[in-house]
């Protein structure tokens, strides 16, 4: 039997003891205490927590609108296509609002014209009036006729905006880099303003919405922190937000979390567990590399003056590259960093058990 085997039934056979409350058999072994990596255990300042479910969220999400009728003839992208700001993605035919900004474009120069004239006869006027060779009424009128051509001269430089913002709206662009979520209309049908185009959401910006209990709110308050649980992984949050108010159906708050920047593994509409912190606590940490799995039985070497032991542990939350110990060992004892390291020792210095 190779020494790979051995270790694996030794170390087995110890969990077994452990999961059945027994204490291992006494070390007759007179080995000294090993020379190896290790942490001592003591109580760590922490944030007690409190988890619930929360809604990922996209902070960019839109469906455009038809601000203009036509027929579309054009759909570049279609669904789950990934869309840059400001390309096009939906067009229109154009030919009335073509033909409106050139009947615009000649009300213009009409108006621009008599403008000119009436500005003109208007300088000659005042000219003459400024001699005194005619009369106060003439004046008025050439000045009535002057701001009244101004008046036109402006209402169809508005007007000419006006048309050319129509022609506008017949290309819809993207407003933020993102996916297409839904498409509402086809090419070739006809739309009328109001109605829906394309719907879009971006993966840049997220945030996560909570519902929470009335109970927890002054402590989320309070302590202002929290986290995302996302695969033994905790991501952390730019911003809490608690609204001031509660639903009148559920009588729960939101709070909403603000994540800075693009998060792997979050995607608008999933859910992920947050853990609020509502108060505080002094967990034991140990690293997570030092933990010992044998089946689904955790435990962890713990070195003392008689050698190395190997301890079943029951663990709780995770915190960064550590992870909290919640019974089976004690502040003050000393676990191996290297379980390998840990266990070769154990294989090659176990006793037998005494008399």
Same mark, same amino acid.
């Given at each position: 039997?190779?020494?790979?085997?051995?270790?694996?039934?030794?170390?087995?056979? =110890?969990?077994?003891?452990?999961?059945?409350?027994?204490?291992?058999?006494?070390?007759?072994?007179?080995?000294?205490?090993?020379?190896?990596?290790?942490?001592?255990? $003591?109580?760590?300042?922490?944030?007690?927590?409190?988890?619930?479910?929360?809604?990922?969220?996209?902070?960019?999400?839109?469906?455009?609108?038809?601000?203009? #009728?036509?027929?579309?003839?054009?759909?570049?992208?279609?669904?789950?296509?990934?869309?840059?700001?400001?390309?096009?993605?939906?067009?229109?035919?154009?030919?009335?609002?073509?033909?409106?900004?050139?009947?615009?474009?000649? @009300?213009?120069?009409?108006?621009?014209?008599?403008?000119?004239?009436?500005?003109?006869?208007? /300088?000659?006027?005042?000219?003459?009036?400024?001699?005194?060779?005619?009369?106060?009424?003439?004046?008025?009128?050439?000045?009535?006729? @002057?701001?009244?051509?101004?008046?036109?001269?402006?209402?169809?430089?508005?007007?000419?905006?006006?048309?050319?913002?129509?022609? &506008?709206? +017949?290309?819809? @662009?993207?407003?933020? &880099?993102?996916?297409?979520?839904?498409?509402?209309?086809?090419?070739?049908?006809?739309?009328?303003?109001?109605?829906?185009?394309?719907?879009?959401?971006?993966?840049?910006?997220?945030?996560?919405?909570?519902?929470?209990?009335?109970?927890?709110?002054?402590?989320? /308050?309070?302590?202002? %922190?929290?986290?995302?649980?996302?695969? %033994?992984?905790?991501?952390?949050?730019?911003?809490?937000?608690?609204?001031?108010?509660?639903?009148?159906? +559920?009588?729960?708050?939101?709070?909403?979390?603000?994540?800075?920047?693009?998060?792997?593994?979050?995607?608008?509409?999933?859910?992920?567990?947050?853990?609020?912190?509502?108060?505080?606590?002094?967990? =034991?940490?140990?690293?997570? +590399?030092?933990?010992?799995?044998?089946?689904?039985?955790? %435990?962890?070497?713990?070195?003392?003056?008689?050698?190395?032991?190997?301890?079943?542990?029951?663990?709780?939350?995770?915190?960064?590259?550590?992870?909290?110990?919640?019974? %089976?060992? #004690?502040?003050?004892? $000393?676990?191996?960093?290297?379980?390998?390291?840990?266990?070769?020792?154990?294989?090659?210095?176990?006793?037998?058990?005494?008399?």
């Amino acid at each position: 039997m190779n020494q790979r085997v051995r270790m694996t039934l030794l170390l087995a056979a =110890l969990f077994s003891l452990a999961a059945c409350g027994n204490k291992p058999p006494a070390k007759t072994s007179t080995a000294p205490a090993p020379k190896l990596s290790s942490v001592t255990v $003591q109580p760590t300042d922490a944030r007690r927590e409190q988890s619930w479910d929360g809604v990922v969220e996209a902070v960019n999400q839109a469906t455009l609108y038809a601000q203009t #009728s036509g027929r579309v003839v054009e759909l570049p992208y279609d669904v789950n296509d990934f869309v840059k700001k400001g390309d096009v993605v939906v067009r229109f035919t154009d030919v009335e609002q073509k033909s409106a900004r050139r009947q615009a474009q000649a @009300r213009l120069a009409s108006a621009r014209a008599s403008y000119n004239e009436a500005e003109a006869s208007y /300088r000659r006027v005042a000219e003459v009036y400024a001699r005194k060779l005619v009369a106060k009424a003439d004046y008025d009128q050439a000045l009535a006729r @002057r701001d009244a051509a101004r008046a036109a001269l402006n209402e169809a430089e508005a007007g000419l905006r006006e048309v050319g913002q129509k022609l &506008d709206y +017949t290309t819809v @662009r993207a407003p933020y &880099d993102g996916y297409v979520s839904k498409r509402w209309v086809q090419v070739g049908e006809a739309v009328q303003p109001g109605q829906p185009l394309v719907s879009g959401v971006s993966l840049k910006q997220l945030r996560v919405s909570v519902q929470v209990p009335q109970s927890a709110v002054e402590a989320i /308050r309070k302590y202002h %922190g929290a986290q995302i649980l996302l695969g %033994g992984k905790r991501l952390k949050v730019d911003k809490v937000i608690v609204f001031p108010y509660a639903d009148p159906d +559920t009588h729960t708050f939101n709070v909403r979390l603000e994540l800075d920047g693009e998060h792997a593994g979050l995607y608008p509409g999933m859910t992920v567990k947050v853990a609020f912190a509502v108060g505080e606590a002094k967990p =034991l940490l140990v690293p997570e +590399t030092a933990l010992w799995h044998q089946g689904e039985v955790t %435990g962890l070497f713990v070195l003392g003056k008689q050698g190395v032991s190997l301890r079943q542990v029951r663990i709780g939350d995770r915190f960064g590259d550590r992870v909290e110990v919640l019974s %089976g060992l #004690s502040a003050g004892e $000393q676990v191996a960093t290297d379980p390998a390291a840990a266990a070769r020792w154990l294989s090659a210095h176990r006793a037998e058990p005494s008399a």
